[in-house]
Each structure stands twice: as C-alpha cells, then as structure tokens.
C-alpha cells in the first residue's frame, strides 16, 4: 500500500517519544506527528534548544500538544530519570532518533569510557528502551529505530565493537547504524517470543540535509552557502522534513508491523516504502554475538 504523507491519519490520542527532537529529522518528526494530533514528548539534551523546538511547533501547528522531556543519551543519570518518566506514562510510540550524525576525526570516549558513536548511537537508546521496556509492553508501543543506508556500506567488527584498533569516523558512523538496526530486529524477535504486541521497527531517512530544508526559526537557519552547495545536490537529496516521513509511517501507519525496514523509495529520497535490510542488519547470529557486548558496555541487562 502506498503512504501519502500529506494525508497522515489522525493521531489524537497518541503519546509519542521522540528523542533528539530539538534539529532535524527528529524535529520534523515531532513537527508531522503533532500536526496529525499527536501528543509528542521532546526528549532533548540542550533545555533552550528543546524549547525552541517546541516554540517552533506551536508556531507552525496552532492546535499542537508538545512538552519537552531532558535527555542525553551519553549519560546514565540523565537516561534513567527520563525512564523512570517514561514509566509513569502511557507510550504508544519511541522514536530512537538521536545520533551524531557527524563523528570526531579521531576517537573519543564518553565518561564510562566507551567509544563516544557508539554510545552516542547505539548504547543511550539500548539502556533507555531496556529500562523502560514494561511500559511499551504494557501498552503494545511502537518502538521505531532510525538506522542509516550507511549500514549498507559500512562493516560491523564484534571483536573491534569499541573501534580501539581500528576508528575512522565513517566506520564507527556505519558500525554504530549497524548495530542500532541489528538491535531494532533482534528486539522485535524478543518482542514476539515473549508474546507481546509492542512492535521493534527500523527504518531510514535517506540522505536529508539541512540546506533542501524549511528555514525555521530557532531551528534550522541553513547558510546561504549551505542552501546553494545543497541545492547541487537536488537530484540525489531531500529535506530533513522528507527524511521524517519514514519514522512518521512507522508511527502511524497500521500496515506496518514489527520487523518491517522502511525507507525513501528511490534509496536516498522519496516516499518511504518498505526496502529489504542487509543480511547483517537481520541475522540473529550477529544479534545474538551483539547483545551481550551492548549490556556490558551500557551496563544494563535487558529484561526480554
Ligand atoms: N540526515 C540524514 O541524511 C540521515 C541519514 C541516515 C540516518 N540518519 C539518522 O537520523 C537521525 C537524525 O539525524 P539528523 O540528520 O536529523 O541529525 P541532526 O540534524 O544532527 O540532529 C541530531 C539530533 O540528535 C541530538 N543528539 C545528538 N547527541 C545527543 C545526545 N547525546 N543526547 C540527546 N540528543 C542528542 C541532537 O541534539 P543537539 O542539537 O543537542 O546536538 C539533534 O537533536 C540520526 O540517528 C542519524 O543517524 C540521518
């Protein structure tokens, strides 16, 4: 079936999380889940950007329902009060979208002395998810992933998961998009053997940059430079706004189901569809090798 992401369905009712809200694809994903109706939580590391963010969208959707919720998703403390938040709350959707989308030239750790993509991309959003998980069961909740087509082209080493032999920053960005899709689908399957209705899905926004994006006010203020090298790129590009219609889908649309890997249909833009992920992304063997490594280094087991 098709999605016109003009024509969302209405979504009052509807608490949705979404995390690193405050800038692009998170944005315009908080932005498009508000104006179907949504409540959306903006769970952001930076309190005046997130309230910008929030300014921004009770500016450009009159009837919006917004609130802010502090997270950053490199700290334990900071991660385990928002879920503690989150577990006094009905969820109906997560949306793992915070990343670093640009990595440091060389490699960095954060506090507890992991590889700071990694934690950044992968680690924050496993504990939050582990430490929250009754929730989202209880109330079947959505739990959408945002991986990368660089997942594609990139490779995951299990026995170098912390990249301390051998980092660049465009492996640890692809290693770290793999691993958070291999996370995606091995909880969908823990999901579906423990019998529950919350659903694990992963999808891509393609490639989605700031200069073929909306200026917005507090937000997104793209340099004229910016907009003119971007607008080269026309052909092969979209906004981050596009880049928002994958996650939207997996929030609202009901032919979804968890498993599903959706994601623009001319591979770095376009209407999201469904697109097949690689082997690595999916193999339970990977995920299995995986997980344990990712309990240790976010330091919490998961209860699925
Ligand atoms: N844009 C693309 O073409 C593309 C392609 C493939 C995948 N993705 C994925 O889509 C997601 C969003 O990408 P984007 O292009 O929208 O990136 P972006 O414009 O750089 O926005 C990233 C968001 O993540 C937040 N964030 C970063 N570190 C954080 C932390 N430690 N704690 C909490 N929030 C944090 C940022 O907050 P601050 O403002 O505080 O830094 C910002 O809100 C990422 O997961 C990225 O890997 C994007």
Redesign the pocket.
Known sequence: MGWDAAALPDAHGRTVIV?????????FTSEQLAQAGAHVVL????PE?AEAAISAIRRRVPHASVEALP?????RR?IDAAADALLGRSVDALV???????PPRTRQTDEYGNELVL???VL?HFRLVARCIPALVQTDARIVT?????ARLGRLRIDDLQLERSYTPWRA?AA??IA?QSVGFELDRRLRAAGSAAQSIVV???????GRTPGIRGVNHPSRATRFADNLQAAW?QG?DG?AHAPVRAVLDPEVTGGDYLGPAAF?KGPPVHIPATRASRSPRLAAALWPLLERAAAQPFPL
Do not use: E, F, Q, W
Request: net charge positive; proline share 2%.
């Open positions: 995390t690193g809200a405050n800038a692009g694809v998170g944005y769970a952001c590391r930076d950007r997270l950053d998703v490199t700290d900071s793992l979208n915070a990343g670093m989308v640009h934690a950044t991309n924050g945002l991986g990368s087509m660089a960005y770290s998009k958070a891509h926004p393609g490639y989605s940059i700031s590009t981050k880049g770095t």
